[in-house]
DNA sequence: CGCGCATTCGGTAGTATTACTGAAAAGCTG
DNA sequence: CAGCTTTTCAGTAATACTACCGAATGCGCG
């Protein structure tokens, strides 16, 4: 009841990638990269979204690896499209942000898979067998968004919170009460008041439902 | 300003696999299956959980190829141990179900990585290669549940709210006092707590940070 | 049609949170 | 030591939310 979607080509035949960015310089260094491998094949070369997806629909790729900041039509909307006239070929995006809101979105737009472009040669080969294989790829830094975070290393704080407000936007988050929260760590809840009041400064003016995802954010949560 | 985190080896030495599952036949299968790799080595396995924590300790393997299923202490757990004490060890685990919720429970364990006892040799391979580079891998039935869909159904519901309470619930985790609210769904003040009381009614009696989660949870915020 | 359910709204009361201002003690640093 | 941040706490007032109560409308279903 599951087993549509991409790719699932068999093993033998080699990849067939299509590559999608606007700089040459880009371009001629991934298909040197790939053309070492045995397993690959850069079929095609598109310049921006909309060249991508017309030339996707002609040669039909296993993996269309793409860039998301493109002209005329940028690789998000690109990855829309080539999802939805070929379910066959596997969006894999390459970017230089590992920004979270924008992982998301590649996703959403039907990616399977999203790496950085400081990543190696090794790292890219492997991401595309990935996705040509029918998986997720996903590059380390990018990974913790997509799953909600919990890495270890403790994501580094955009805020400038002090140890104390962590604490206790962790017990907010975890749904305590001020009163609550006071008694967990043994100060008044006026002092709760002062930091939770601090916290909504630091953060931004949030409310309190989105004092979660803050928490959720720097990882006090797990 | 990323890099820490698992794995990431260097290419040239083989990836050290250690195995747990609790079926011999299972392990036997999967051996079988690594040792035509030259790039894998399997080095040690494991028939539950707490063995699996304690050989990895002992062995510090690359990646840690786990069922989910095992007696003792099951394969969530030792996930979770696991990538306390061993962040440089990528967790990828092995189980039979498709579940969204067990995905879900299994990522945030920091498993680097869920596949199907179904998939064929090449892509457990590929899999283990990924997360032993330091990505994620997902195989192709569980990407969905993990990317938030854009592929699947919308998530279903567990608390059988209502299409007016969703909404409700949305603009509330987005940080909207119960006054905006009404103005944006064009209701009283009070219908809105009406809605809001009866979410936590449906949801358990969690507060406004924790209906942020359950928003989450039901993809209302994308 | 009567019943249940979703949706809407009101009253009243109490609790919680926010928005200010102000301030004292502890610790670190130049 | 003077100045800084952190953490602590207080007063006061407004606003928001919770916990109850009850109730009207509309809609589908047996």
Not at 70 to 84: D, F, H, I, S, T
Not at 88 to 93: K, N, P, Q, R, S
Not at 164 to 169: D, G, K, M, N
């Amino acid at each position: 009841m599951h087993s549509h979607s991409p790719a699932r080509r068999q093993s033998g035949k080699p990849v067939r990638v299509l590559l999608a960015d606007d700089h040459e310089l880009v371009r001629d260094g991934i298909r040197a990269r790939l053309q070492k491998v045995a397993d690959l094949e850069v079929v095609g070369e598109a310049t921006n979204g909309r060249e991508a997806v017309s030339l996707a629909e002609e040669l039909r790729p296993d993996v269309l690896l793409m860039d998301v900041s493109m002209p005329v039509m940028n690789g998000l909307e690109a990855a829309r499209q080539v999802r939805k006239s070929l379910p066959e070929t596997a969006v894999l995006v390459l970017s230089v942000y590992d920004n979270p809101e924008y992982v998301r979105g590649v996703v959403q737009a039907g990616a399977r898979g999203y790496i950085l472009k400081d990543i190696s040669a090794t790292e890219m080969i492997t991401a595309i067998t990935s996705v040509a294989t029918g998986g997720y790829y996903f590059s380390a830094a990018v990974g913790p968004t997509l799953v909600g975070a919990a890495t270890s290393a403790p994501v580094e704080d955009p805020y400038g919170l002090t140890e104390r407000e962590r604490q206790v936007l962790s017990a907010i988050a975890r749904g305590q009460p001020n009163k609550e929260v006071a008694k967990e760590l043994g100060i008044s809840v006026r002092t709760v008041e002062s930091h939770r009041l601090n916290l909504r400064e630091k953060v931004g003016n949030k409310n309190a439902a989105q004092l979660y995802k803050v928490a959720q954010d720097l990882g006090l949560l797990d």
